[in-house]
Structure formats: C-alpha cells, structure tokens
Nanobody, 128 residues
Framework: QVQLVESGGGSVQAGGSLRLSCAASGYTYSRFCMGWFRQAPGKAREGVATVNTGGGSTYYADSVKGRFTISQNNAKNTLYLQMNSLKAEDTAMYYC?????????????????????WGQGTQVTVSS
C-alpha cells in the first residue's frame, strides 16, 4: 500500500517562500506520476504541479508557473514543491498524490480524479 506523508506547510507573508515535502513508501511500481494538489475553503481541489518520476516530465498549473518548482529525490523517495513569491490566493491545504505511470509522461497530470493515492495534506497560509 502506497503511503504519502506531507510536511513543510506553515504561515508566511505574501512574497515569501515555503518548501513542501512528500515522503513516499510502500510502493512497488518503478514509475509514478506524483503531484501536488491544493484545496482552498469552499473550492474544488485543483492540480498544482506534477512530475513523472521516471522520465522527469513536469507539468504546472498556469497560476503557479514561474513561481513554483516541483522536484524529486529518488534516493530518498521524496517529492518537493518549492513555492516562491507566494500570494494570498495560494492559501490552501496542499496534498501530495500519486498514480502508477506506464509511460515516461503523465496523462491528465493535473486531473485529481485520475490519482489513486493521497496524503493527508499540509496547510499553507499566506497573509497579505
């Protein structure tokens, strides 16, 4: 059973930075699409960024392009999300998610319904 555990959330002022981490365990697949999603109060969960752990392809929501960077450390089985130039509208619960990847790219990389495994989430609050 795949387990995902997020950490690194917190409170920061607008313009600041945070780095989220997601530790993965319990999997046997050699390749995953692993991503970050977020959900603000009263809003649907949306995709933020995804990476194919085998091919390295990355995908970003338009709202975070140029500010957020997704990366991975395969030796540590850990996924990261570096968030810079944070805005108040980035405030949300951030979730790590994963799904097996048969190819070296991800189909529907930011579609939440296609992901099988989810972490419990870590809160990010940006004050303006």
């Amino acid at each position: 059973q795949v387990q995902l555990v997020e950490s690194g959330g917190g409170s920061v002022q607008a313009g600041g930075s945070l780095r989220l981490s997601c530790a993965a365990s319990g999997y046997t697949y050699s390749r995953f699409c692993m991503g970050w999603f977020r959900q603000a109060p009263g809003k649907a969960r949306e995709g933020v960024a995804t990476v194919n752990t085998g091919g390295g392809s990355t995908y970003y929501a338009d709202s975070v392009k140029g500010r957020f960077t997704i990366s991975q450390n395969n030796a540590k089985n850990t996924l990261y999300l570096q968030m810079n130039s944070l805005k108040a509208e980035d405030t949300a619960m951030y979730y790590c998610a994963a799904k097996p990847a048969p190819q070296f790219w991800c189909d529907n990389p930011l579609e939440r319904g296609s992901y099988n495994y989810w972490g419990q989430g870590t809160q990010v609050t940006v004050s303006s």
